[in-house]
């Protein structure tokens, strides 16, 4: 079989988040906790004119862990499902932009008894828009390698697609972790150090 590799979230968000990435029908969720109630959101962007947005998801994240289906195989039709930890760090800022970077992100999965993965390193940049119970965003740049393996198998590709790229996704926030849950999985985020709240 021939793997065939595939945009995903990231995302994402992600995003990952964000949210995901990988073969080629690789969906991507992320989840993220924070260490502010979900409820409360920036006092002075309605003063301002500016998009108020939910203070608990605004900051730095590091993917703890998550799990989705992907189609791995251009000739499967099957989704088939993979899971993660770490290896992703996201970045939510209060202007409304994002960014992604991967570094050693390996997702793992099986097919017929044998192993499947994907590493996956690079950037991603993004729109994002959120409320206290949802995550929305949309890719603007990305720049990823992706190394998928099925047994001894290997193939690698380049990844710079944005066109289909973005995505809706529901989130959790509580305390300093952020889950985020999509139709093929969920993800979850971890706050950082580098920066929280604003």
Same mark, same amino acid.
């Given at each position: 079989?021939?793997?065939? =590799?595939?945009?995903?979230?990231? =995302?994402?968000?992600?995003?990952?988040?964000?949210?995901?990435?990988?073969?080629?029908?690789?969906?991507?969720?992320?989840?993220?906790?924070?260490?502010?109630?979900?409820?409360?959101?920036? +006092?002075?962007?309605?003063?301002?004119?500016?998009?108020?947005?939910? =203070?608990?998801?605004?900051?730095?994240?590091?993917?703890?862990?998550?799990?989705?289906?992907?189609?791995?195989?251009?000739?499967?039709?099957?989704?088939?499902?993979?899971?993660?930890?770490?290896?992703?760090?996201?970045?939510?800022?209060?202007?409304?932009?994002?960014?992604?970077?991967?570094?050693?992100?390996?997702? *793992?999965?099986?097919?017929?008894?044998?192993?499947? +993965?994907?590493?996956?390193?690079? +950037?991603?940049?993004? $729109?994002?828009?959120?409320?206290? $119970?949802?995550?929305?965003?949309?890719?603007?740049?990305?720049?990823?390698?992706?190394?998928?393996?099925?047994?001894?198998?290997?193939?690698?590709?380049?990844?710079?697609?944005? $066109?289909?790229?973005?995505?809706?996704? *529901?989130?959790?926030?509580?305390?300093?972790?952020?889950?985020?849950?999509?139709?093929?999985?969920?993800?979850?985020?971890?706050?950082?150090?580098?920066?929280?709240?604003?």
């Amino acid at each position: 079989m021939v793997v065939a =590799l595939v945009a995903s979230v990231a =995302l994402a968000a992600s995003a990952q988040a964000r949210a995901k990435a990988s073969p080629e029908s690789v969906s991507d969720g992320l989840q993220t906790t924070s260490a502010t109630p979900a409820a409360e959101e920036s +006092s002075d962007s309605s003063r301002s004119g500016i998009k108020s947005y939910p =203070l608990c998801v605004v900051g730095s994240w590091k993917l703890q862990k998550d799990s989705f289906k992907i189609q791995f195989f251009s000739d499967v039709s099957t989704r088939i499902p993979f899971s993660s930890r770490g290896g992703i760090v996201m970045v939510l800022r209060p202007d409304g932009k994002g960014s992604a970077t991967y570094k050693n992100y390996v997702s *793992t999965g099986t097919y017929q008894g044998v192993g499947l +993965s994907t590493k996956i390193n690079g +950037s991603e940049q993004f $729109k994002w828009t959120a409320t206290d $119970k949802t995550l929305d965003y949309k890719y603007t740049k990305v720049s990823r390698t992706i190394v998928a393996k099925f047994g001894s198998q290997s193939d690698t590709s380049t990844d710079h697609e944005t $066109k289909e790229r973005g995505g809706y996704t *529901t989130i959790k926030c509580t305390g300093n972790v952020m889950t985020e849950k999509y139709s093929d999985g969920t993800v979850t985020w971890v706050r950082t150090d580098e920066f929280g709240v604003y």
